[in-house]
């Protein structure tokens, strides 16, 4: 049984750039959160998506957005990227209406 | 918002003895209360929950216990092992799948041998 998977496991842009990265739930999941970890620190919560539609977010400017696909996958953009945005963006799978949410390795983004 | 605050940031602990991680939340909703440890280079991984309408919970070697009139939460590992070097997280969220975690800073478990 796949666990959470994300893609890119690394990636470096310059500021200004825009990126996205990607998320598969575990199977069997249908409800996808983003957290952004900064170094040192706890995940912060971004946002989450259940049936294509963001349910809740965090408080993240509107540079960032997501996406959620028929097949329950997610994506994470983030537009004009700045300094600050350097750090580890984890994704979440759940069940909906279920508590346990289990988390992917992580995408490790740069900005320059 | 709810804030949840944690404590030690730093624990060091001699293999075989018990470690205690003390969290405290702000947000009398909140009813659920995860436990993940974090190792080096890969994602949060969750050991231990627990709901609000139970006190304590115990899964092996690892416990934790809820307060909800004080809002304070802790995690027990007992008879702790050099696997169990890691960065711990305590987090709070309403509950029902529906809500985001927040978690606190962080504890640096050391087990030294």
């Known amino acids: 049984d796949a666990g959470v998977t994300q893609s890119p496991t690394h990636l470096i842009k310059t500021r200004g750039q825009q990126v996205t990265l990607r998320c598969s739930p575990k199977s069997g999941h249908d409800t996808v959160s983003w957290y952004q970890q900064a170094l040192g620190q706890g995940p912060q919560f971004i946002f989450q998506?259940?049936?294509?539609?963001?349910?809740q977010r965090g408080n993240f400017p509107d540079r960032f957005s997501g996406h959620q696909f028929p097949n329950y996958s997610s994506e994470l953009n983030v537009n004009a990227l700045l300094l600050g945005d350097s750090a580890l963006y984890l994704c979440?799978?759940?069940?909906?209406?279920?508590?346990?949410?289990?988390f992917g390795p992580g995408t490790r983004l740069t900005v320059l | 918002g709810e804030n949840v605050e944690q404590h030690p940031s730093t624990l060091s602990v001699q293999e075989g003895d018990s470690a205690v991680i003390k969290c405290t939340y702000s947000?009398?909703?909140?009813?659920?209360f995860p436990w993940y440890k974090q190792e080096l280079g890969k994602g949060p991984q969750l050991i231990i929950d627990?709901?609000?309408?139970?006190g304590e919970k115990k899964d092996q070697r690892i416990a934790v216990t809820l307060n909800k009139t004080a809002k304070h939460f802790s995690l027990h590992i007992t008879e702790t092992q050099p696997e169990d070097s890691a960065v711990y997280f305590c987090a709070a969220s309403k509950g029902g799948g529906a809500d985001g975690l927040t978690f606190g800073k962080g504890t640096h478990l050391i087990i030294q041998p």
């Open positions: 627990i709901r609000s309408n139970v």
């Open positions: 979440a799978s759940s069940l909906r209406f279920i508590n346990e949410q289990f």
């Open positions: 947000d009398s909703a909140s009813n659920y």
């Open positions: 998506y259940y049936e294509e539609e963001e349910r």
